[in-house]
């Protein structure tokens, strides 16, 4: 049985302009330990890439409980080691322990911490640490911020006893931290559905619109509820940055953090994709915070969690999250069928597909999608992007069997709360699909998620009564990607097998001529009126500050989804579970 320990954590806000928090953890120390280690994890369950949130500390001292300084020592990158007996000349023992540091926390993302004058959002994993080996059953934490601000809205349980105090607990450690707080006087809102209240909390700046945000996110929950059928928590916090060109969420237990732009609440494409990541995120409090791949719990903070499941966790997720907007009607089924045309050709956009099946995409998670350069998409293929697709691909398989990827979701669940403590293998995941659809459908269904095996969406397109139209083009085809600094023309990123590829270009080559005729970003916006298809170009380029010439022939481009046409729009109805 692991051993326990108790802790109590205070949060100090005093100075937020300097972006500094203060963190105070007091407990006991066991009566059989002479040391314990603490730790602050280096990622977030979530989000798979190594943070190292222990760079941001500073000042961390240790008292006993007559105040007298107790030796720590940092042991790796963010574990440090707390020895029991005092430092001074009196080396008698002490009983308790206070572990205090402060914390930098200026960065605004759903998964870092961001405290300045207007708000703090504390991000739990990148703040509160834990001690390694121990679990951490009820833990407390009070929150202190200055006279100005007004609320808290987080997913924690609120304890407190008087209106001044801001006192919080937790069921363990790993609940403590994957509970974001928002802070500050953020405008608050929100909704019951099933007698479960919702709160929504709203950071930052928005212009008008008239756009029904908390209409909208009710309808949202009551969709998903209707396959998920029950509610696992007792309240739901969706806590929302409207800050310029952000955009994204981070899932937890009973709440989630979003980042919109505000100037695009008045743009309806945009807008119903802000529906979806809402309806994302929220599918998570079952799928990932609950149904789990193995390996995603327990949780070792200090290492990566090495999983082949991300289709699972992500795939599923963003297949359903579109499909939940369509099935709450507020978007059309054309609406849908473009989202899923924009997907498609995302992925006929990606040559890394050809070499990265998704199981593989899922295990480099740590090291590729989080992590991407120059030439990710030639070498990688996202989990989340081909993983809704091939669930997508599921749905419509299972439906000629009078079935749906609900119904796989109602096993994943079933299993889940008869096995709540642990996750679910693959092997599992395919025997549930090969029970709902038969063999056959299985081993397309696993071709899919284990080889590079292109996806025939013809196929898939026919068997749910849709058409796909697909577009050639005429226009040249260079094939990279720019970053335009100023007028000067550099590249980004050169695509696989592109003409740009073929003439050697690379990733940061800044392009200076054609045929002599310099080229700024008015004529790389126009190298489509101006090249032909077939002709070869000198084009003189600076690569690491030599001038060099290389020879450039446009091609033609990869042909793309135009549009989806529903054919037979009762069997579209029926495969995407819609209301005739």
Not at 248 to 272: I, M, Q, W
Not at 340 to 349: E, F
Not at 479 to 488: E, K, P, S, V, Y
Request: hydrophobic content about 35%; glycine content about 6%; charged content about 25%.
């Amino acid at each position: 049985m692991q051993k326990s320990i108790q802790l109590d954590y205070k949060l100090l806000i005093e100075r937020p302009e300097e972006h500094y928090v203060k963190v105070i953890i007091s407990g006991q120390f066991p009566q059989d330990e002479e040391s314990l280690s603490f730790f602050l994890p280096s990622w977030s369950p979530g989000s798979y890439l190594m943070r190292e949130y222990a760079r941001n500390i500073r000042k961390l001292t240790v008292t006993s409980e007559t105040g007298e300084r107790l030796y720590a020592e940092q042991m790796h990158k963010g574990v440090w080691d707390v020895e029991r007996l005092h430092t001074g000349v009196n080396q008698k023992r002490a009983n308790s322990f206070e572990v205090s540091y402060e914390i930098y926390c200026h960065e605004l993302t759903v998964r870092t911490s961001h405290v300045d004058l207007s708000h703090a959002f504390i991000h739990g994993p990148s703040v509160f640490m834990g001690v390694k080996d121990y679990s951490m059953p009820n833990p407390k934490l009070e929150v202190r911020f200055p006279p100005l601000w007004s609320k808290i809205s987080t997913g924690l349980k609120d304890i407190s006893e008087k209106r001044e105090v801001f006192l919080y607990s937790a069921e363990d450690y790993d609940t403590l931290i994957d509970a974001p707080l928002e802070i500050g006087c953020h405008e608050t809102d929100g909704f019951r559905v099933q007698n479960v209240d919702h709160e929504l909390a709203f950071y930052g700046n928005v212009l008008p619109h008239n756009r029904k945000i908390k209409e909208d996110m009710k309808t949202i929950v009551e969709t998903v509820l209707a396959t998920t059928k029950e509610i696992p928590y007792e309240k739901y916090t969706f806590i929302t940055h409207f800050v310029p060109s952000k955009y994204g969420g981070l899932e937890h237990l009973n709440s989630t953090a979003l980042h919109f732009s505000p100037t695009l609440l008045n743009d309806r494409k945009e807008y119903v994709n802000w529906l979806a990541l809402v309806a994302h995120e929220y599918f998570h409090t079952w799928n990932v915070k609950r149904i789990r791949p193995v390996e995603l719990g327990p949780f070792d903070y200090l290492n990566e969690a090495m999983t082949r499941m991300l289709w699972l966790a992500e795939g599923l997720t963003s297949f359903m999250d579109e499909l939940f907007v369509v099935r709450s009607g507020l978007c059309s089924l054309e609406e849908y069928l473009d989202m899923q045309k924009d997907n498609w050709n995302r992925m006929l956009g990606i040559p890394g597909r050809y070499f990265h099946s998704l199981d593989d995409s899922s295990f480099n998670a740590w090291i590729k999608l989080y992590r991407p350069d120059e030439n990710s998409a030639n070498s990688s293929i996202s989990y989340y992007l081909k993983g809704g697709i091939v669930f997508f691909a599921l749905n419509i398989l299972l439906n000629e069997k009078g079935l749906s990827v609900d119904h796989l979701f109602d096993a994943l669940w079933t299993r889940y709360k008869n096995d709540p403590a642990h996750g679910v293998t693959s092997d599992e995941v395919y025997d549930m699909v090969e029970k709902l659809g038969g063999k056959e459908i299985c081993d397309e269904f696993k071709m899919l998620n284990q080889t590079t095996e292109e996806l025939n969406l013809e196929k898939y397109a026919q068997k749910m009564g849709l058409e796909i139209v697909w577009e050639e083009s005429k226009a040249p085809y260079v094939g990279a990607n720019a970053d335009i600094q100023g007028d000067r023309v550099f590249l980004k990123s050169v695509a696989l097998d592109s003409p740009a590829s073929k003439a050697g270009l690379n990733a940061d080559d800044e392009i200076i001529a054609l045929n002599g005729m310099r080229v700024t970003k008015k004529e790389w916006g126009d190298f489509s009126k101006m090249l032909l298809v077939g002709t070869p170009y000198e084009m003189t380029l600076s690569r690491l500050g030599q001038l060099m010439k290389v020879v450039f022939t446009p091609g033609k481009a990869p042909r793309t989804v135009k549009e989806i046409k529903p054919v037979n729009k009762a069997l579209v109805t029926q495969v995407l579970g819609l209301k005739s």
